[in-house]
DNA sequence: CGGTAGGGATAGGGTTCT
DNA sequence: TAGAACCCTATCCCTACC
């Protein structure tokens, strides 16, 4: 028949992170559209982005917590999730795609918002860009790969729930709301 | 993550078919305002009900070709599984609200008197109300609804004939003279 | 603005190929 | 047995049209 399994180059996955890293996940037919990478990805359909990008995901995501969490899935079923929070619901928060090239997340220390970023920001920042969670991260996601990854005070959360929150009114990072759903706003210039 | 994808449930199903059957398609949010169903779709927008109602159709449709498809793409691997009569998957039938019993067309006591709605009745109107064709469905489209979804006795098209005067003469069903189509009343009695 | 219809995109489960 | 590539389709989103 057609095609007997077409591989994914080296060129080609790199125009998908890219691609994700300005658009955002879930935007693969944004993605496919963008003249920057249209020519490396056009043997690709938008639904080829988009199961690159889960096998990508899901063959990172070894070393983090997952195997943890996984192992506990298993081992106790009831979970017991509870919003202690304030009044929101699900609270999710993406960063913001830039348009340019930046963020080189495994040599940082070269880029900065325009707005003043610390660095528990930096490490919250990585923390939902490595995480890569298609709707964004809810606050506990975040949490918790701060708390794999690094040494964290006993008052972590609260330091991050701060952050998070000047992060989202006036940084780089985006939360909004759609049935109880965040995602970014670059798809909303004006 | 508030929520990656909300799945309908047996009982939303049914409370959509059966706010259809009262109200027509296309009224979705007359459906949705109507106490009766309400509560069950309470998370759920007319543009769901819309949605689901379009995908139910489709699924509808396609009814028995489909598994036939699936069955022959089977055929080669057999595994001697035995669990094939209390499978839930196979053909759903319209379970109108809550009535426990269900419409199997091996007992078709069709006596209704002017009012009462026969089992037949209801397969009849689930026929034409999920074939959707717009200007209704003639007596040969729903005979082909039934023998795709449903084990039919031999002289169901006997039965059927009889039960679509029955409900085009003094029931919900209004008979399009011009082709012999039938076709619901329930679009707005004015 | 609110509602619906229809086209089209995405998410996630499943399947096939290696 | 596993992983990568691909398929299927329920659900969700966007836009045009009242």
New interface residues.
């Given amino acids: 028949m057609g095609a007997p399994k077409q591989k994914w180059t080296p060129e080609e996955e790199a125009a998908l992170k890219a691609g994700v890293l300005k658009h955002g996940t879930g935007k693969w037919r944004t993605i496919l559209s963008d003249p920057h990478f249209s020519s490396v990805l056009k043997s690709r359909s938008n639904v080829d982005l988009k199961d690159k990008w889960r096998n990508i995901s899901v063959t990172a995501l070894w070393g983090s917590r997952k195997k943890a969490k996984l192992a506990l899935k298993r081992a106790l079923p009831p979970p017991p999730k509870h919003d202690d929070d304030n009044n929101t619901?699900?609270l999710?928060i993406v960063p913001l795609a830039n348009d340019g090239e930046q963020t080189n997340l495994t040599s940082p220390r070269t880029h900065a918002s325009k707005k003043s970023i610390t660095s528990l920001d930096r490490i919250i920042l990585e923390a939902i860009t490595n995480l890569k969670?298609?709707?964004?991260?809810?606050r506990t996601?975040i949490f918790m790969y701060i708390e794999d990854n690094f040494k964290t005070p006993p008052n972590m959360k609260r330091h991050v729930a701060v952050r998070l929150k000047h992060l989202s009114s006036n940084g780089p990072l985006v939360k909004i709301k759609h049935?109880?759903?965040?995602s970014t706003n670059f798809t909303n210039p004006g």
Same sequence: chains 1, 2.
């Fill in positions: 619901r699900a999710s969670e298609p709707r964004g991260s809810d996601s049935k109880y759903r965040f």
